[in-house]
């Protein structure tokens, strides 16, 4: 028998055998109190600009919620979680204020009107700027408010009734600037169902014979109660509501709405209502749609399609289901419906010249869709633009290759390609089209010289690390004339291009030492205006000294880190300093892409709960977002040499800050959250490279994956011996280094259950190993309750001083 199948036995065999081991009870813990200073440094607001470029929004944001906001009841069905007290999403970040700024004065007006600490969430301006639409969550649901621009008064459009259960935004402007399309719960709708004592039967799922190779979901319907609930809290009434008389009237039948959308001139409204039959092995947007064309009046006009369940998708990432999908409405035509269908029956292992095919059906629908252009590869949108100008997307994950094209959409001939590169390869990107809104209030791409020039924006990745860019691009001749990039030592990327004639441009701009602010720069005269004045939220990191390293793996790829040293630091008095590295694995079709230049030298330091950052006030050299690429070339699976290339990648990082005369080599920690630390579980048992290691929220036994996991397409029966060799869990006996592992108790990632680490634990302490798990309640794949996350970083400050910094020698296996 070979060896896989051996550990796939012990594997079996501890999920069942293994028992509980004693627990320590253990109240919520604070860091060194620099890091909770840290943690508790005013978050910086987030910024919202009108269409016209003339208001910007300032959104004010509140410090992480308590482990009291975290605890609410919480359903979790049918790859949902919902708030059964608000009927909205039980995890989301909300607003606590409102703030506009004039553009062109600099003069900022606070909303008035807004309750005491509002929970704000959903902000959408009207088409035409005049309005901000926004909800705020209450103990007992959500309403839904408007902010008036001229006024800069906040006023409640609705009770407590706003439906924010299914994803997406939960209501929609219409393009008169005034009218909103909202889903509200059924009014009079009862009590919640209530789960019966005594079941009426079993549950009952059949195979019939047709491959269903769905990947490892969470949250799924389990019996007929959740099916019941999925259809109470999932279902919504919609409403047309007046903002100017807060008048409401009801908008065709009510359902579970997964989605509507607005024709660009307000006759038409496409909805997409989920129905049974429901399933248990795949979430709620696989479940069956009808697709439904109602006018302003709420009238049906025509079913477009009854989308079935999707439970039987061929295999490979790829894949698609058959029949119309990816509906949207042209942005340049009052109503026309676009939808894709595949011509390869949704199978990337089909050999086909055409995989999808554009489809449009003009108002009033009633005539035969009429076939548009063809796509060599899958369907990844389309921008509309004017004048019968479109650039069409298309994309091949196995291959990384991305096409862009531009059509006439009259034309079903007219493809015409302007970009073909891979996404991989970051110096060779052309960036993305510039957008403009029309005179429907939809963006379109922004033309100049009579509709011959487009503009592009771009991260412009270079060996020097990424340089934004603004280019102009002619679309006769295919040629690129660069009118601005960034420029050091500062990091600055466009925002919004107001205005190409005169050539002025809304950029948000940091440095090493200064925190992104946003500038109206006139491209012109190189003039800037500074538009928000943010001070630095983390006076404790200034003076910190970073540095984008490269370095070279054995094999002479180019590999490269963010490197941060304590502030004051000197290597000749101060000696080699303990270490810790994070990082997340990348897998790669080509060496070249793998060794390019990622992010930027002048990006200003940023933290976040997760961050490692928080320890250069405590001594450490931190090696962040150190490379980690896996490479498998033309027909190679990049994951055939998954462990090698992962123990290659370390060594080198080591060697790196060890010749730099700054890290000591004997006293380096390895972290990683998700597939970083499943990356760090690998690296303890197959090295001896670290000190120790941290591992939150990840997944150790890749046969609880079978049907795929990350990049990796095959399943675990075509290649059982790679799902053996990339398991730490099957090589729990080689882990001899100290691992700390941190998962949330209602972690809802795919393939990331809870109970991955805790049978990882049982194994390392089943073997002898040093381990420690942390389950933090109500957490799921990222942390979000204040308590919560200043206790993880108490867990990895205590872990890291006892088995690395206060570490003298290197441990012999």
Same mark, same amino acid.
């Given at each position: ?29 604070? +860091?060194?109190?620099? =890091? &909770?200073? *840290?943690?508790?440094? #005013?978050? $910086?607001?987030?910024? /919202?600009?009108? %269409? ?20 609410? +009841?919480?359903?979790? =069905? &049918?790859? *949902?979680?919902?708030? #059964?007290? $608000?009927?909205?999403? /039980?995890?989301? %970040? ?20 807004? +309750? ?18 926004? %909800? ?678």
């Amino acid at each position: 028998m070979k060896k896989w199948k051996l550990f796939s036995l012990l594997s079996l065999f501890l999920l069942t055998s293994i028992g509980a081991f004693a627990q320590k009870d253990l109240q919520y813990q604070m +860091p060194p109190q620099t =890091i &909770a200073d *840290l943690v508790n440094a #005013p978050q $910086t607001p987030a910024v /919202s600009i009108d %269409s016209d470029g003339e208001w910007m929004l300032l959104l004010e944001r509140p410090g992480y919620p308590s482990i009291e906001e975290l605890a609410q +009841p919480e359903l979790r =069905i &049918a790859g *949902l979680r919902i708030n #059964p007290r $608000t009927n909205g999403p /039980s995890r989301s %970040s909300s607003y606590n204020g409102l703030t506009l700024k004039n553009i062109e004065s600099g003069e900022s007006f606070p909303i008035s009107g807004l +309750p005491e600490s509002p929970q704000i969430e959903n902000v959408r301006w009207s088409p035409d700027g005049s309005r901000i639409a926004f %909800s705020i969550t209450k103990s007992n649901g959500i309403e839904l408010w408007m902010a008036d621009v001229t006024s800069k008064r906040a006023q409640q459009l609705t009770g407590a009734r706003l439906n924010d259960a299914m994803r997406g935004t939960p209501f929609d402007w219409f393009p008169d600037n005034r009218t909103i399309l909202a889903k509200l719960t059924i009014e009079g709708r009862g009590e919640a169902p209530t789960e019966p004592l005594t079941p009426e039967g079993p549950v009952v799922q059949e195979s019939t014979g047709d491959k269903a190779p769905v990947r490892t979901y969470q949250d799924l319907l389990e019996d007929p109660h959740d099916e019941a609930l999925f259809e109470y809290y999932g279902s919504s009434q919609l409403v047309l509501i007046d903002t100017d008389t807060r008048g409401q009237q009801n908008f065709g039948p009510a359902g579970i709405y997964t989605e509507t959308s607005i024709s660009p001139n307000g006759e038409y409204v496409l909805t997409g209502m989920a129905h049974p039959p429901f399933s248990y092995i795949v979430p709620y947007y696989r479940f069956p749609v009808k697709y439904e064309m109602r006018n302003k009046a709420g009238e049906l006009i025509k079913v477009i399609a009854d989308i079935p369940l999707s439970e039987s998708i061929p295999k490979g990432f790829m894949a698609t289901r058959e029949g119309p999908r990816s509906f949207n409405w042209r942005n340049d035509e009052p109503a026309t419906l676009t939808w894709v269908e595949a011509q390869d029956g949704g199978d990337p292992n089909v050999e086909a010249d055409i995989r999808d095919r554009l489809y449009y059906l003009e108002a009033p629908f009633q005539s035969t869709p009429k076939a548009g252009i063809p796509f060599q590869l899958r369907y990844a949108g389309v921008t509309w633009g004017e004048d019968d100008l479109a650039v069409a997307y298309e994309y091949w994950w196995n291959t990384r290759q991305q096409i862009a094209s531009r059509f006439d959409p009259k034309d079903p001939e007219s493809k015409t390609t302007l970009f073909d590169f891979s996404w991989e390869d970051r110096y060779n990107n052309p960036g993305n089209f510039v957008t403009t809104e029309n005179q429907y209030g939809r963006s379109v791409l922004l033309t100049a010289d009579n509709g011959e020039t487009l503009f592009l924006t771009g991260q412009g990745a270079s060996p020097e690390g990424n340089q934004p860019f603004i280019r102009a691009f002619d679309l006769e001749s295919k040629e690129t004339e660069e009118i601005w990039r960034s420029q050091a030592p500062y990091y600055e990327y466009p925002v919004r291009l107001l205005d190409p004639g005169e050539k002025i441009v809304i950029t948000r701009r940091e440095s090493r030492e200064e925190p992104p602010n946003y500038y109206l720069r006139n491209l012109e005269d190189d003039k800037i205006e500074a538009l928000t004045e943010f001070e630095h939220p983390y006076p404790a990191l200034e003076g910190i000294e970073k540095q984008v390293v490269q370095y070279e793996r054995e094999d002479g790829l180019t590999l490269q880190g963010d490197l941060y040293l304590p502030k004051g630091y000197n290597p000749e008095t101060d000696g080699r300093l303990p270490v810790i590295m994070w990082a997340y694995p990348s897998e790669y079709k080509s060496a070249d892409a793998a060794g390019q230049v990622e992010g930027s030298p002048y990006e200003f330091i940023r933290l976040y709960w997760g961050s490692p950052l928080y320890w250069l006030t405590q001594g450490y050299a931190i090696f962040d977002d150190i490379s980690m690429p896996i490479v498998g070339e033309a027909d190679e699976e990049p994951n055939d040499y998954f462990r090698e290339q992962l123990v290659a990648n370390a060594k080198a990082a080591i060697d790196k800050i060890d010749a730099m005369g700054i890290g000591d080599r004997n006293r380096v920690a390895i972290g990683g959250h998700s597939y970083g630390a499943f990356m760090t579980a690998n690296l303890l048992a197959h090295s001896d490279l670290f000190a120790a290691g941290i591992a939150r929220s990840g997944a150790y036994n890749r046969t609880l994956t079978p049907f795929g996991f990350q990049a990796e397409e095959r399943t675990y029966w075509e290649a059982p011996e790679v799902y053996y060799a990339m398991s730490p869990f099957m090589h729990a006996d080689k882990v001899n280094e100290p691992i700390l592992m941190i998962h949330g108790q209602a972690d809802n990632n795919s393939g990331t259950f809870p109970i991955q680490s805790e049978r990882f634990y049982a194994a390392i302490k089943g073997l002898g190993g040093t381990a420690r798990l942390v389950m933090l309640p109500h957490e799921s794949h990222g942390y979000r309750a204040r308590e919560s996350i200043l206790h993880m970083l108490w867990e990895q400050n205590q872990w890291m001083e006892k088995y690395v910094k206060e570490k003298k020698e290197k441990t012999q296996p």
